[in-house]
């Protein structure tokens, strides 16, 4: 089992940056596939990255695809999302999730309580 805490959220400018932090507890962070997923209010849950156990292989939404990067540090237990050229439709609880698969957005079991990010236009 892993405990995710998300940091970094905030409010921004559309065209701005953030970048979330996901600090993973346990000594099996390197086992899992890590990803973001967001939800805006009245909208379902949206699986905006993935990156597998090692940070060879990733997986984008279209919607941030070329404005989003997903990284990790295993050696630091964390998770990252770098967001440049935000927009206002970018708002949302952003969480981080922990699971076996990085591109099946099924696949995700042990969730973070949620940092929110507001873009203002």
Same mark, same amino acid.
């Given at each position: 089992? &892993?405990?995710?805490?998300?940091?970094? #959220?905030?409010?921004? $400018?559309?065209g701005?940056?953030?970048?979330?932090? *996901?600090?993973?507890?346990?000594?099996?962070? %390197?086992?899992?596939?890590? #990803?973001?997923?967001?939800?805006?209010?009245?909208?379902?849950? @949206?699986? &905006?990255?993935?990156?597998?156990?090692?940070?060879?292989?990733?997986?984008?939404?279209?919607?941030?695809?070329?404005?989003?990067?997903?990284?990790? +540090?295993?050696?630091?237990?964390t998770?990252?999302?770098?967001?440049?050229?935000?927009?206002? @439709? +970018?708002?949302?609880?952003?969480? *981080?999730?922990?699971?076996? +698969?990085?591109? +099946?957005?099924?696949?995700?079991?042990?969730?973070g $309580?949620?940092?929110? &990010?507001?873009? %203002? %236009?």
């Amino acid at each position: 089992q &892993v405990q995710l805490v998300e940091s970094g #959220g905030g409010l921004v $400018q559309a065209g701005g940056s953030l970048r979330l932090s *996901c600090a993973a507890s346990g000594r099996t962070f %390197s086992t899992y596939a890590m #990803g973001w997923f967001r939800q805006a209010p009245g909208k379902e849950r @949206e699986f &905006v990255a993935g990156i597998n156990w090692s940070g060879g292989y990733t997986y984008y939404a279209d919607s941030v695809k070329g404005r989003f990067t997903i990284a990790r +540090d295993n050696a630091k237990n964390t998770v990252y999302l770098q967001m440049n050229s935000l927009k206002p @439709e +970018d708002t949302a609880v952003y969480y *981080c999730a922990a699971g076996s +698969d990085y591109s +099946d957005p099924g696949r995700f079991r042990y969730w973070g $309580q949620g940092t929110q &990010v507001t873009v %203002s %236009s």
